[in-house]
């Protein structure tokens, strides 16, 4: 990473300011969709965002971008929407490396030791104990609720109201009796 900072508060976060990174790109400010295109392909690649990785980095690059003004949330770089963030994957000596790039340029690299022994995870199903099922989510909405009231607990009294109001002839009641605009709601 280069260690030169921002020459002020309002200026932008560029790559060349948190990556080794040269040619066009580095004068280029970090946009909020190029974060979100790293985020997703170290997703795909890797199974998650890197702790600390580039997708993190440029995160935290376009949130500062965006607080101060420079950039709005759907801001992308041509480079990144011409070339994309890219991640290859090579094995050395039984280590898997990562080689992650933005627009061509190398932001990272990542060494993973190889698994010796592979483990499948079972499909989303509801055997897997992960998922939540809709009945699941509704019961702990339900138990998270609990004896507090609401409006709707009154709804069928406010019905019987609304409808003896109408019987007894009561003006406003839309639609009973009297009716609204001079109608009397009956044929």
């Given amino acids: 990473m280069s260690q030169e900072q921002p020459k002020s508060q309002q ?15 580095a004068s280029k400010p970090v946009a909020p969709k190029d974060a979100a295109t790293a985020q997703a392909a170290e997703s795909i690649a890797l199974g998650q965002v890197q702790k600390g990785g580039p997708a993190a980095v440029m995160q935290s690059a376009a949130d500062v971008n965006v607080r101060r003004g420079v950039l709005r949330r759907d801001d992308v770089t041509t480079a990144t929407r011409q070339h994309g963030v890219s991640i290859s994957e090579e094995d050395v000596g039984g280590q898997r490396v ?12 990542y060494v993973v030791a190889e698994q010796k022994e592979e483990t499948i995870d079972p499909p989303l199903s509801a055997l897997n104990p992960v998922v939540v099922t809709i009945g699941q989510a509704l019961e702990s909405v339900a138990l998270s609720v609990g004896d507090k009231p609401n409006a709707t607990s009154r709804l069928p009294d406010d019905r019987a109201v609304t409808k003896e109001d109408a019987e007894n002839g009561n003006d406003n009641v839309p639609g009973w009796g009297g009716g609204v605009n001079g109608c009397s709601g009956e044929s």
């Fill in 11 to 25: 200026d932008p976060v560029k790559y060349g300011d948190i990556f080794q990174v040269s040619g066009e790109i």
């Fill in 98 to 109: 990562f080689t992650e790039a933005v627009g061509g340029e190398v932001v990272g690299r």
